[in-house]
Each structure stands twice: as structure tokens, then as C-alpha cells.
């Protein structure tokens, strides 16, 4: 089956995936770094350098018990999120530089739809640059590029 992006000019298609890569987007992709390696859904946190945080649907019990780690949880709200499936909690404990942007790109070429599921709300974005400036967890450098990304990004 032809995908959607061969029938359109290429510089309209890197345009359009342009304008969708960016911090804030929410990507479904096979994390191989997870345990057990499983499609996940992401927030890209930056694109240079391409580092995203983890979507999980829940908190897990070491991060519940740990206050510093706990600080680091951001809550999403199905209800403003409509590619999710219930309430999901983004994890910014750690950004991860898992994924070559290159690769990435050529990815969302091929399967836009299902890999691409939307942004975070202006609102929880906010959330998150609020954590991370207190984030004990984060490195301050990794700090500057995620904060910077997200108000760059989405004119906050």
C-alpha cells in the first residue's frame, strides 16, 4: 500500500513533519530501553538533541516511595489528551536520548498516523517546565535544552 507522504512533494512532507517534531509532541515508538522493550508513548522533551520522556499509565511503586523521584511525575488528563486511553503520568526523571532524529524522521514518513498522536495541553507543558526547573534528578544543561525547546517550541 502507498503511504500517504509519496504522493506529496517532499518539501512539503519534511515541512509537515517539521511542524510536528517538536517538544511537546506526543509519539507512540518501540522504546528497546524499557523492560521489557515495548511500544511506549513519548513526549519529545527536545529535538536538538532528540531526548523524550516517557508516558506511563501509572506510577510505579519505587517512584511513589521515593520523594525526589515522585516530584518528577507530571499528570495528563485523558480528558484534554484524546489520543489517550485513561489519565497518564509523564515520567521526567530521566530524558532519554534513545532515538537517531534521522531514523525518527523517516519513521514518521512512512507511518505518520500511527506513530504521531497529538501535543500536551499549553497547561500540563507548563507543568513540566515547572518540574523540571526543580528537578533534582535532571543535569542543569539537559534542564536548559528541555526548558528551552518547550517554550521555543509552543510560544510559552
Not at 518539501?11 to 521489557?36: E, M, W, Y
Not at 525526589?68 to 503520568?89: C, K
Amino acid at each position: 500500500m502507498t503511504s500517504f507522504s509519496s504522493l506529496l512533494p517532499q518539501s512539503i512532507v519534511q515541512s509537515v513533519i517539521s511542524n510536528h517534531l517538536k517538544a511537546g509532541a506526543v509519539l507512540r515508538i518501540f522504546c528497546d530501553f524499557t523492560t521489557p522493550p515495548k511500544h511506549k508513548f513519548v513526549m519529545v522533551a527536545s529535538v536538538t538533541p532528540l531526548q523524550v520522556f516517557i508516558i506511563n499509565s501509572e506510577i510505579h511503586p519505587y517512584i511513589r516511595n521515593n520523594p525526589d523521584l515522585l516530584a518528577d511525575q507530571v499528570d495528563i488528563p485523558q480528558a484534554d489528551h484524546s489520543f489517550l486511553s485513561h489519565d497518564s503520568i509523564l515520567n521526567c526523571i530521566q530524558a532519554h536520548q534513545a532515538f537517531n532524529i534521522s531514523h525518527l524522521q523517516q519513521a514518521l514518513l512512512s507511518d505518520f498516523s500511527q506513530i504521531y498522536k497529538g501535543n500536551l495541553r499549553p497547561y500540563v507543558l507548563r507543568n513540566v517546565i515547572d518540574v523540571i526547573e526543580k528537578s533534582v534528578n535532571l543535569p542543569p544543561i539537559t534542564k536548559k535544552q528541555i526548558i528551552t525547546a518547550i517554550k521555543a517550541d509552543n510560544e510559552l
